[in-house]
């Protein structure tokens, strides 16, 4: 049986709610939909609800959307949040990150896209959050849900560091593919044979796809010029403007890395 989510929309534009409630309430797995439309109201319909995810926009009366996320953690509520935002600026992209939120996209954004994200959300937790033993379990899957947000945080800033931005696909194919790297350093042997296919099954679309959004984000961090910030992360294997890694190296040099790291 599919987890039964429960999701409260918080933007200012009205149409915007109107739409991804209509959408959102086609499906199943779907429980309940609420919204609001200020910073306020969002804080308390958190704490009264407690939604398994926020999906809320940076820009709201009161409270801004960075205000709202600090007072539900502060607060130890356990939504999960998806910043969706026309905000497009890496400083932006990077405090929403900090603050542990599981995606940040860009409007325009298709409700499609959005319930995928969603979806990413609960089976990447649930693959990933090994049974807990009879006593003590929630302890030990609050130290495992840590470690992996640890992560997950690490590899965001390593990707803003070397201006990978985050709202292009490739983005979440990477991190995957990090994290996929991390557990199991043989897969970047296989990366078309298992590690592709693996990640285009999670998302929904093809191996081909993956292939070609990784390879796009790893373009668009030395487009941009930054490789001071890209060698100084990586330390031992200097970078030129002219020579990028392939996808394969790019994913086993950050693995490598967080590995390193501990």
Known sequence: MKKQISILIADENKDQISKLKKYFENFEDIKSVESSSSGEETLKKIESLQPDVVILDVILSGLDGYAVIEEAKKKLIGSRFIVVSSLSSETFVQKAMNQGVDYYMVKPVSPELILKRIHDIFSISSSEVAPAPALGSGTFESKKNGNIKLLEE???????????????????????????????????????????????????????????????????????????????????????NNEKPTNGEFIALVADKMLLEG
């Open 154 to 240: 690490k590899i965001t800033n390593i990707f803003i560091t070397v201006g990978i931005p985050a709202h292009i696909k490739g983005y979440y194919f990477l991190r995957e593919a990090i994290k996929m790297a991390i557990d199991n350093p043989e897969v970047v042997n296989s990366i078309t044979k298992k590690l592709y296919p693996s990640i285009a099954e999670r998302f929904s679309t093809s191996a081909s796809k993956v292939e070609r959004a990784i390879r796009h984000a790893i373009e668009v961090a030395w487009n941009r010029g930054k490789i001071e910030n890209i060698n100084a992360v990586f330390g031992v294997k200097v970078y030129s």
